[in-house]
């Protein structure tokens, strides 16, 4: 960054990480997200730093996949945090609009500002648009069960009625409860270790914004889902860490 933190020289070699650490952190000011945002994107950077910052063939893959599953799903949903909305809120909005589902906003840490703030945002976004995607998760009437506190809340139209959910940057605990309720829950985390990406139906270790990149160039194509074997691509992604790593200094 710049002198001025809110300026980030596009000649800086990291210009792109650093232009979404910008994100966050002018979302942080918005009132968006909670103080823990910038942890869990940093956690993030780390992973995708091990990982070239690249989209590696088994994300790919992945990506592939859930695009087929999220335009053969009977209700899907896009779940999404803070975080999710800050860096990717646009191309979530096309990805809904594609898909004809809605999107259902669902924090951690649960606040009307938060809330607040975060819908106003997707609003002035579909406007900006021109796009007309439903934006659910003000109004919770339903649980997620096996979770407590505001963080189990959700909305009967969404989340709790879907077959399958796009998940990206997931907490662990609530991508469990996801899966046993029968969900095909499609899991977007840079970290293959994480519980979100071992418990989730299909993992896509990428990085969140070229991950909608990718899914908004997918779905038109209406890929086949095949017998996906989610363990086999973490590995491959781990594999893929240990193998830079191991021949980064020969
Ligand atoms: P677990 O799933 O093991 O419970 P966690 O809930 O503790 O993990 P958080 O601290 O909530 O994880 O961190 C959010 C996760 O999101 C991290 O695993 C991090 O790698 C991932 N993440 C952060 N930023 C991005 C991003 N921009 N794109 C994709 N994944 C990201």
């Not at 418990?199 to 997918?218: F, M, P, S």
């Amino acid at each position: 960054m710049n002198e001025d933190e809110n300026v980030v020289d596009p000649s800086h070699p990291r210009y792109e990480s650093l232009m979404l650490r910008k994100k966050v952190a002018d979302a942080g000011v918005k009132g968006m997200l909670a103080d823990s945002a910038m942890i869990a994107h940093g956690r993030g950077e780390a992973f995708d730093y091990l990982l070239g910052e690249q989209t590696i063939p088994s994300a790919l893959e992945a990506t592939r996949e859930a695009a087929a599953r999220l335009t053969r799903a009977r209700r899907p949903v896009l779940s999404l945090n803070g975080n999710a909305i800050a860096l990717a809120g646009q191309d979530f909005l096309t990805i809904a609009s594609q898909l004809d589902c809605p999107i259902e906003i669902n924090i951690f840490y649960r606040t009307p500002e938060r809330m607040g703030a975060l819908l106003g945002h997707l609003k002035m976004l579909n406007t900006k648009l021109g796009l007309d995607v439903e934006i659910l998760g003000g109004i919770p009437d339903a649980r997620i069960p096996g979770l407590e506190g505001p963080r189990a809340a959700c909305q009967s139209n969404g989340i709790f009625e879907a077959d399958t959910i796009l998940v990206p940057l997931e907490d662990g605990d609530r991508c469990e409860a996801l899966v046993a309720m029968g969900k095909e829950v499609l899991v977007i985390d840079l970290n293959p270790l994480s519980r979100s990406s071992r418990r989730g139906t299909v993992g896509i270790v990428d990085e969140v914004t070229r991950v909608t990149k990718n899914l908004i160039q997918l779905i038109p194509q209406r890929p086949e889902p095949t017998e996906w074997n989610n363990n086999q691509a973490l590995q491959s992604a781990l594999n893929h860490i240990t193998s830079t790593m191991a021949t980064r200094f020969q």
